[in-house]
């Protein structure tokens, strides 16, 4: 537990928050609102404190997967939800906790992960391509380097640090003036 943290307060800390706890195990808890735009709106958190996602070790790390998906087919189950949306943000309170979100189309949840004004194109998969109209692409090369570097990063650990199986790469690329790559279409994607 630590002072001033909120969330290390478990239910003593909820009537802050605004939601009741509804379910808990010995190592996380879940929390719903009863009140705002979304009904079962709920909040997924380690009952030890654990600053960010990127902190989460040892047996939360171990049970995470497991947990989330235990919880969020129950709120999807219980509210009828199509689906639940999952968002970890880790800039307001220093305590990991996920938003589980049941989502019904025409419901007031905001499915974007590129704020501002956007142009969608719908793909042959079903898919999505979201283009922002309001921030200019970042540099292939520096999408590159960060790529390169997870990799690198992920290989330290086990497992493999290999590129696409297919063998293709997942958008075209076409030769500048300047001799350099650049993307054809840069956007971000988000399945259907």
């Keep these: ?25 010995r190592l996380w808890r879940l929390t719903t609102v009863l009140e705002g735009e979304v009904p079962g709106l709920s909040y997924l958190e380690p009952k030890r404190h654990v600053p960010h996602i990127t902190d989460l070790d040892g047996e939360e790390a171990r049970t995470f997967g497991d947990v989330l998906a235990r919880t969020s087919s129950a709120i999807r189950r219980a509210t009828g939800s199509e ?57 292939v090369a520096q999408h590159e380097r960060v790529r390169d570097q997870i990799r690198q990063v992920l290989a330290k650990h086990g497992g493999t640090a ?14 500048s003036s ?12 988000r399945s259907g």
């Design 1 to 25: 537990m630590v002072a001033g943290c909120t969330m290390c307060l478990g239910p003593e800390g909820d009537a802050e928050l605004e939601r009741v706890q509804v379910w808990e195990d």
């Design 83 to 139: 689906l639940v949306y999952v968002y970890v943000f880790g800039g307001g309170i220093p305590h990991l906790h996920l938003h589980l979100a049941p989502h019904r189309s025409g419901d007031a949840l905001n499915d974007s992960l590129i704020r501002g004004r956007q142009s969608e194109t719908k793909l042959p998969s079903g898919a999505t391509r979201i283009v922002s109209l309001d921030f200019p692409p970042l540099p």
């Design 162 to 175: 290999e590129t696409n199986r297919s063998g293709v790469e997942p958008r075209t690329y076409r030769r």
């Design 178 to 189: 300047r001799n350099r790559y650049r993307r054809s279409r840069r956007s971000r994607m």
